[in-house]
DNA sequence: AACTCGGGGCA
DNA sequence: TGCCCAGAGTT
């Protein structure tokens, strides 16, 4: 039934979206490699804009695993309320916290292996977190990718993991990171998961769902 | 694969 | 009021 796009055409798709976002970066607000791994945390199923404002708060004090430990789970809940599932989040981060003191002396590891045996860190954060604050190769997957890189025919993947999996051998490693961007950057705006704005998208010549859609 | 966690923004 | 949001963990 669905197909995926030709080579040329995902590298036209590619060429498009640099030239449409080519400054693409992370919207969490950061300030090192600690404070990208909370404020993704707080991301889940939450927007940026959202935890951009919680994080701004927060981070004045506690932007260390030692300061976020002085809070209690139900005074850490408090500050990060407004992200959700806030009473899961506060539990995880502290217990993040406390490993990484432990175990870690405090540094965030730099490998997904490390970062996904922390509590509430799965594939997707721990891509986000070595690919941006590490500069390490990652094609993080998260709602706006598997939706518009599936709907648009860069990969055929049935879920999350074979998404990225297609992703990261369809697309040049040099560029996974900037695309994770673009994509997202995409599918907030345009590519939306109800209403897509097809008519404006730039990249509607080589959509497979587009062209689905007109004929 | 399905279910749970969840407040806030927007139509 | 209903739907959705830079997911992860458990069953």
């Not at 030709?6 to 036209?12: A, E, G, L, P, Q």
């Not at 991301?43 to 919680?54: E, F, G, I, L, S």
């Not at 997957?141 to 599936?150: A, G, K, Q």
């Not at 049935?158 to 369809?170: G, H």
């Amino acid at each position: 039934m669905k197909k995926k796009l030709s080579k040329k055409d995902i590298n036209v798709v590619l060429n498009k979206l640099e030239k449409l976002y080519p400054h693409a970066e992370c919207e969490l607000a950061y300030n090192s490699p600690f404070e990208l791994l909370i404020s993704t945390i707080l991301a889940a199923q939450c927007t940026d804009v959202r935890v951009n404002k919680v994080t701004s708060e927060l981070y004045k004090e506690y932007n260390t695993p030692e300061k976020i430990l002085e809070l209690s789970q139900e005074e850490l809940e408090n500050k990060i309320r407004s992200c959700g599932f806030y009473s899961t989040k506060s539990k995880n981060i502290l217990a993040t916290c406390k490993i990484l003191i432990e175990n870690y002396d405090g540094v965030v590891p730099d490998t997904r292996e490390e970062l996904m045996k922390l509590p509430g860190v799965g594939r997707k954060t721990a891509n986000v977190v070595i690919s941006n604050a590490y500069g390490k190769p990652a094609m993080a997957v998260d709602t706006h990718v598997f939706r518009v890189s599936n709907r648009i025919g860069l990969v055929n993947g049935k879920n999350v993991d074979e998404t990225e999996q297609q992703l990261m051998k369809n697309i040049p490693k040099n560029l996974w990171t900037d695309t994770h961007h673009r994509i997202i950057f995409l599918g907030r705006r345009i590519c939306k998961a109800r209403k897509p704005i097809c008519e404006e998208c730039p990249i509607n010549e080589e959509c497979l769902y587009y062209k689905g859609k007109v004929m």
